[in-house]
């Protein structure tokens, strides 16, 4: 597992990689999106995306998806290859996003995290996210239904 990627490209989200995002997903979330749904996050016309690749014609490691929803950037899925994670890709996957919300003026960042995700939260908390709500039972897992966690931060203000 490497200790930090040193050769990293993030570019958008591209649907001809859906197979191999699907299957980076299915390693992250145990109730997993198939590659139709992430295909059509990726074309949905108010939707952006980031992917982290070694090279730029190597198949994608990571991604996260978000959704400009009026004034607000919604986080919709971050996803990171077993042997990637810890290494500091996911806050440039999240820096990349926020880059494109701003541009696209966008004011503030939401999005819902498993109360038990610690991982998660922790990349949250350190780039500024502040919770703000909770939603009962939000998540169905195998375990049993995990709460979320709403936070919000500002975009282009986030501490990557």
């Keep these: 597992m490497p200790s930090e990627v040193k050769s990293i490209v993030i570019g958008r989200g591209s649907t001809r990689h859906a197979k191999t995002l699907e299957s980076v997903h299915a390693t992250s979330?145990?109730?997993?999106w198939d590659a139709h749904s992430i295909s059509g996050w990726i074309s949905h016309p108010h939707g952006f995306s980031a992917m982290a690749m070694e090279q730029r014609q190597s198949p994608p490691f990571?991604?996260?998806?978000?959704?400009a929803a009026g004034d607000n950037a919604e986080l919709l899925t971050i996803a990171v290859g077993r042997d990637y994670r810890q290494t500091g890709v996911a806050r440039k996957l999240v820096a990349f996003?926020?880059?494109q919300a701003d541009d696209l003026g966008l004011e503030r960042w939401m999005l819902?995290?498993?109360?038990?995700?610690?991982?998660a939260k922790?990349?949250?908390?350190s780039l500024g996210f502040?919770?703000?709500?909770?939603?009962r039972n939000y998540y169905?897992?195998?375990?049993g239904?995990?709460?979320?966690?709403?936070?919000?931060?500002?975009?282009?203000?986030?501490?990557?």
């Design 29 to 32: 979330f145990e109730s997993s």
């Design 62 to 67: 990571a991604f996260a998806l978000a959704l």
């Design 97 to 99: 996003l926020d880059q």
């Design 112 to 119: 819902e995290v498993a109360r038990d995700n610690d991982a």
């Design 122 to 125: 922790k990349l949250y908390t």
């Design 130 to 135: 502040e919770e703000v709500g909770v939603r």
């Design 140 to 143: 169905r897992e195998s375990t």
């Design 145 to 160: 239904a995990v709460d979320a966690l709403v936070m919000t931060a500002a975009v282009g203000r986030l501490q990557v």
